[in-house]
């Protein structure tokens, strides 16, 4: 008869077993974890869905150098303009959510829902809210060759009544802060203007300083250095803190309109079901960066931003108190880009 020998093994084999095992395990059960572990291990990208040289894209790029030394890995702009930053928000959304997909949203995005019947996101729950960067103020602005002999915003109200055509202004876009201030400031004033929307702040200033149109409720960012060049003139600031960039201009509040204090604001998005890790992580640097790196100040303040960071809590909120106040204008004025 044929015997079998059974070998037994030994203890210290068992226990090499049970740690394979467990491992194996603990990896199955884990695997976001363990991918988590390495991030960032390769370059992110960084979407602006507003054109190159605008105040979203400008305060982006300035973010997006310091992000890209703290992390290690290049975060690289990709701007995908159009429809009021609809066009490059909507397809963001949809991006991957693994922490390698970043967005810089700005004001105007924040209300092209109410004006594109067929925009494909909604501000309150299609991507996660990460950090204010930055708040942007804004500046009723003039070229003073189309409009002349004026130097205060009382000034402008009086040669838009006594145009025999209305007078056009024109903003960064159909729904932006820029036109929705403008056309709440025509009602309270009792004046009109013709708004002429432009597909960003950059190319409305172009044509502002063409002399294609005469009156422009800007974005800082955009129109500064015209203004300093001479080329422009501000005659009121939509808030209180735009005095840090322009000191010698009076805010519309000054000028006879108690209240009417507001910036434009932007900040960093993810899309849905991006790890928390990597949230917390992107939010914990951009506190840094934006509260404590002066040199990213000087610089937003060069360009016409102020650093101001808001963790995604608060940013949710003010996005969600903002979308609430300005589309009371926009659905009371019938405000639509069709």
């Known amino acids: 008869m044929k015997h079998t020998t059974i070998r037994t093994a ?13 491992a194996a395990s603990l990896a199955a059960m884990m695997p976001a974890a363990f991918a988590k572990a390495g991030w960032p291990d390769k370059y992110i990208k960084m979407v602006v869905a507003f054109p190159a040289g605008g105040p979203t894209d400008t305060a982006a790029r300035i973010l997006a150098q310091k992000l890209s030394e703290r992390l290690g890995q290049q975060v690289v702009i990709e701007n995908k303009p159009g429809a009021s930053g609809s066009i490059g928000t909507a397809s963001f959304i949809k991006s991957a959510a693994d922490g390698y997909n970043l967005s810089m949203f700005g004001m105007p995005a924040l209300l092209a829902p109410l004006m594109y019947k067929n925009n494909a996101y909604d ?6 809210s990460v950090a204010t960067v930055y708040v942007l103020p804004m500046a009723i602005v003039i070229n003073p060759n189309v409009v002349p002999n004026v130097d205060t915003l009382p000034d402008l109200i009086r040669f838009a009544k006594a145009s025999k055509t209305p007078l ?3 903003s960064s876009g159909t729904g932006s802060f820029g036109h929705l201030a403008m056309e709440q400031l025509k009602d309270l004033g009792g004046f009109d203007m013709q708004h002429v929307p432009y597909k960003g702040s950059a190319p409305a200033v172009s044509d502002l300083l063409g002399g294609q149109i005469g009156v422009m409720f800007a974005d800082v960012v955009a129109a500064l250095p015209h203004i300093r060049a001479g080329k422009l003139k501000a005659i009121a600031l939509s808030s209180q803190n735009a005095k840090v960039l322009l000191p010698g201009v009076k805010t519309v509040s000054d000028q006879g309109f108690p209240n009417f204090d507001f910036d434009s604001w932007g900040g960093l998005i993810v899309p849905l079901d991006t790890p928390q890790s990597i949230v917390d992580r992107l939010t914990s640097e951009t506190r840094d960066i934006v509260t404590t790196d002066k040199e990213l100040q000087q610089k937003l303040v060069t360009a016409g931003a102020i650093a101001s960071f808001q963790d ?7 996005l969600n108190k903002d979308y609430d106040r300005w589309s009371a204008i926009v659905k009371a004025k019938g405000i639509s880009a069709l």
């Open 168 to 170: 056009n202004y024109t």
């Open 10 to 22: 030994t203890s210290a084999q068992r226990r090499q077993w049970l740690k394979a095992g467990a």
């Open 123 to 128: 501000v309150k729950k299609d991507f996660l």
């Open 312 to 318: 995604g809590k608060q940013t949710q909120a003010r």
